[in-house]
């Protein structure tokens, strides 16, 4: 299915609120719209998350692209002197021991949010964002809410 663009009306309506709000101006009655459609954005994908641990865990497996186990494991070494330490995603083999799920908002962002990822004796929390891929720009409105609610979602790695 191809991408649809907005009607030209749309775009319109939306360059000139952009430009009554103040334009690049930062608080402005633009991005307080855009805090709100991330908002809204958020709180449906925890909605969605938090409704079904098994769809949950096969989403994150199939979209999150998890280290996989392969013939010639891959180790990411971080060494300073004669200090190192083992980096790596404690994902993929956490993900099936997982039993529980909460999704919930980072209250002091815009754009983040977590999951926590519960088995038995142990707890996750993956970092997790949700934002515009860039600014608006009339001559090319597509950033903030010229993308509407077709936000980049990213996974940000597990939190310490």
């Known amino acids: 299915m191809k991408d649809k663009k907005p009607h030209p009306d749309m775009v319109a309506g939306l360059v000139a609120f952009w430009t009554r709000s103040g334009g690049d101006k930062t608080n402005n009655a633009f991005d307080k719209a855009y805090q709100v459609m ?6 449906e ?16 497996r199939k979209e999150f692209r998890l280290q996989k186990e392969q013939k010639v494991p891959l ?3 971080k060494a ?13 083999n956490f993900l099936p021991k997982v039993t529980k799920i ?13 999951i926590d990822l ?4 142990k707890k996750l929390t993956l970092k997790m964002v949700i934002r ?29």
Not at 118 to 121: Q, R
Request: glycine share 6%; aromatic share 10%; hydrophobic share 35%.
């Open 118 to 121: 519960m088995s038995k004796n």
């Open 80 to 92: 300073v002197k004669e200090n190192y330490m083992e980096l790596g995603d404690p994902l993929p």
């Open 132 to 160: 515009s891929d860039s600014g608006f720009r009339p001559e090319k409105p597509k950033g903030k809410i010229g993308k509407f609610n077709m936000l980049k979602l990213q996974y940000k790695g597990v939190t310490k």
């Open 45 to 60: 994908l925890v909605k969605i998350v938090n409704k079904n641990v098994k769809a949950t865990k096969e989403w994150i």
């Open 38 to 43: 991330a908002k809204v954005c958020r709180e």
């Open 75 to 77: 180790l990411l070494i």
């Open 102 to 114: 909460k999704a919930y908002l980072n209250t002091n962002s815009v754009q983040e949010w977590f």
